[in-house]
């Protein structure tokens, strides 16, 4: 439930948890060279047109790149186009060693890199209060421009057998705690981790995309691995690649949804662990425990400020369950939708509550009717 009140791990599927010895890799990952690349001289001189159709054929996977670096569904949005528009018209440069897949996936880590670093665009992590404004420790609710990415976005730059050479885009790549703990990173140690331990470049071809020497891009990762190990949930190495939720987290998601169209905080304070946390980017605020979160939903659902009759819709961003909440109000006919709820489970329970308005979402129906 959104604004109610108010207005490492770092490893891939291919790839163990940080300490562990690495897995082997699969080939080729997110960002390297698959069958069927087009020679330099056909992206070269092949004409508008050729070019695009080529280049559209990673505008999916580009995004979702994009997203990791910049923890925000809308600016990837916008720098996918940049980059294609920049691969045109650096079309000349393409000289095929690396394969035009790895070459647009530099581009656009570069263009990632230039627009954190622009003035306009200087992120710094907020400090987290909690319900009684005291200082607290989230990075969920630090990275206030955390935003979710819908499942089935994810799926398009993932197609599977008909684009042999993607890969499932796993839960422990995109999961919201991860997007988060990464934002934390300085930009270029980010763009390292993800360049290694996603899209499994070598260090040299690492270090060769972000004009770095090997040695600085090992340093970087090093760095960016002990920061994730001490921030990413301790159990999270345990969840594997899962591409969906769960039968069960699909289970507790309507139970979820039942106890919030029912009014029902007894059920669902069943739902949540006792240590379980709600935040709702771009609000700084942490409710931290179960009580913090009863007294949340509290006014909203009981007694006469509640906000009228809730529906929900089951959703699915960032390979974790999620609904949308709809209200209507005393005297309206239709129901609006007011919030996406992320659920994050641990041991059949949820941990984590992450709120987002669902405007930032495309493709959620703004208005229910009965």
Same mark, same amino acid.
């Given at each position: 439930?959104?604004?109610?009140?108010?207005?490492?791990?770092?490893?891939?599927?291919?790839?163990?948890?940080?300490?562990?010895?690495?897995?082997?890799?699969?080939? +080729?990952?997110?960002?390297?060279?698959?069958?069927?690349?087009?020679?330099?001289?056909?992206?070269?001189?092949?004409?508008?047109?050729?070019?695009?159709?080529?280049?559209?054929? @990673?505008?999916?996977?580009?995004?979702?790149?994009? @997203?990791?670096?910049?923890?925000?569904?809308?600016?990837?949005?916008?720098?996918?186009?940049?980059?294609?528009?920049?691969?045109?018209?650096?079309?000349?440069?393409?000289?095929?060693?690396?394969?035009?897949?790895?070459?647009?996936?530099?581009?656009?880590?570069?263009?990632?890199?230039?627009?954190?670093?622009?003035?306009?665009?200087?992120?710094?992590?907020?400090?987290?209060?909690?319900?009684?404004?005291?200082?607290?420790?989230?990075?969920?609710?630090?990275?206030?421009?955390?935003?979710?990415?819908?499942?089935?976005?994810?799926?398009?730059?993932?197609?599977?057998?008909?684009?042999?050479?993607?890969?499932?885009?796993?839960?422990?790549?995109?999961?919201?705690?991860?997007?988060?703990?990464?934002?934390?990173?300085? +930009?270029?140690?980010?763009?390292?981790?993800?360049?290694?331990?996603?899209?499994?470049?070598?260090?040299?071809?690492?270090?060769?995309?972000?004009?770095?020497?090997?040695?600085?891009?090992?340093?970087?990762?090093?760095?960016?691995?002990?920061?994730?190990?001490?921030?990413?949930?301790?159990?999270?190495?345990?969840?594997?690649?899962?591409?969906?939720?769960?039968?069960?987290?699909?289970?507790?998601?309507?139970? @979820?949804?039942?106890?919030?169209?029912?009014?029902?905080?007894?059920?669902?304070?069943?739902?949540?662990?006792?240590?379980?946390?709600?935040?709702?980017? +771009?609000?700084?605020?942490?409710?931290?425990?179960?009580?913090?979160?009863?007294?949340?939903?509290?006014?909203?659902?009981?007694?006469?400020?509640?906000?009228?009759?809730?529906?929900?819709? +089951?959703?699915?961003?960032?390979?974790?369950?999620?609904?949308?909440? @709809?209200?209507?109000?005393?005297?309206?006919?239709?129901?609006?939708?007011?919030?996406?709820?992320?659920?994050?489970?641990?041991?059949?329970?949820?941990?984590?509550?992450?709120?987002?308005?669902?405007?930032?979402?495309?493709?959620?129906?703004?208005?229910?009717?009965?």
């Amino acid at each position: 439930m959104s604004n109610r009140g108010v207005g490492d791990g770092t490893q891939t599927a291919a790839a163990t948890a940080p300490g562990g010895a690495p897995a082997p890799r699969p080939a +080729p990952r997110p960002g390297r060279s698959g069958p069927g690349e087009p020679s330099p001289e056909t992206i070269r001189t092949g004409g508008e047109e050729v070019f695009a159709a080529l280049a559209e054929r @990673y505008r999916h996977e580009l995004r979702v790149h994009l @997203y990791r670096m910049l923890g925000s569904f809308t600016d990837a949005e916008d720098l996918v186009q940049e980059t294609l528009l920049k691969a045109w018209r650096r079309r000349e440069t393409f000289e095929g060693r690396a394969g035009f897949r790895a070459w647009l996936y530099r581009i656009a880590t570069n263009t990632a890199l230039d627009f954190l670093g622009g003035p306009a665009r200087n992120r710094e992590v907020a400090l987290a209060v909690d319900s009684a404004g005291s200082p607290a420790s989230s990075a969920l609710a630090e990275v206030t421009w955390l935003q979710p990415y819908p499942d089935r976005l994810l799926d398009l730059a993932a197609p599977g057998s008909s684009e042999p050479h993607t890969a499932a885009i796993a839960r422990e790549t995109v999961e919201l705690a991860f997007l988060a703990v990464i934002q934390h990173l300085p +930009p270029r140690q980010r763009a390292v981790l993800i360049l290694r331990d996603i899209a499994g470049w070598s260090a040299q071809e690492t270090a060769d995309a972000l004009d770095m020497t090997v040695a600085s891009v090992k340093s970087a990762l090093q760095r960016a691995r002990t920061t994730l190990r001490g921030r990413l949930p301790e159990r999270r190495s345990e969840w594997g690649a899962a591409t969906e939720p769960s039968a069960a987290e699909r289970s507790l998601l309507r139970r @979820y949804m039942a106890a919030s169209r029912d009014a029902d905080l007894s059920a669902l304070a069943l739902l949540l662990r006792e240590d379980a946390r709600q935040t709702m980017p +771009p609000h700084q605020l942490v409710f931290d425990g179960r009580d913090a979160i009863l007294d949340l939903w509290r006014p909203v659902l009981e007694g006469d400020a509640a906000w009228g009759e809730w529906r929900s819709v +089951p959703y699915a961003v960032n390979r974790q369950p999620a609904a949308v909440s @709809y209200v209507r109000r005393a005297g309206e006919t239709l129901f609006t939708a007011v919030n996406v709820d992320v659920l994050t489970v641990v041991d059949g329970l949820i941990a984590e509550i992450t709120t987002f308005d669902p405007g930032l979402l495309p493709g959620i129906t703004p208005t229910l009717a009965e």
